[in-house]
Nanobody, 121 residues
Framework: HVQLVESGGGSVQAGGSLTLSCKVS????????MGWFRQAPGKEREGVAA???????SVADSVNGRFTISKDNAKNSLYLEMNSLKPEDSVMYYC????????????????WGKGTQVTVS
């Protein structure tokens, strides 16, 4: 079965950077719409960025210019480079995937990782 495992979260000062990773097993990033989502306690989940099977990228307005999504087909991994981090970016981040021809932030996903926490102070 498909598994997504996030890593790279942690604590950083405002203005700093972090890169999140998502290792995929049981499927391939090459054939999937992959995305990063985030969710604060008590709030709705927010789609941050998505990358399609052919590499087309879309990023939410809230992080555009600061966050970059990418993938490595050879490593079967997804990444989220986060720069100029703000305290409001302090939430749990999730990797997600779906086999779909459509791919954009907040697209319905059917497979999720357990998340990695980012804290910006």
């Amino acid at each position: 079965h498909v598994q997504l495992v996030e890593s790279g979260g942690g604590s950083v000062q405002a203005g700093g950077s972090l890169t999140l990773s998502c290792k995929v097993s049981g499927s391939t990033v090459r054939r999937s719409c992959m995305g990063w989502f985030r969710q604060a306690p008590g709030k709705e989940r927010e789609g941050v960025a998505a990358i399609s099977s052919d590499g087309a990228i879309s990023v939410a307005d809230s992080v555009n210019g600061r966050f970059t999504i990418s993938k490595d087909n050879a490593k079967n991994s997804l990444y989220l480079e986060m720069n100029s981090l703000k305290p409001e970016d302090s939430v749990m981040y999730y990797c997600a995937a779906v086999r779909s021809a459509y791919c954009y932030p907040n697209h319905a996903m059917d497979t999720w990782g357990k998340g990695t926490q980012v804290t910006v102070s």
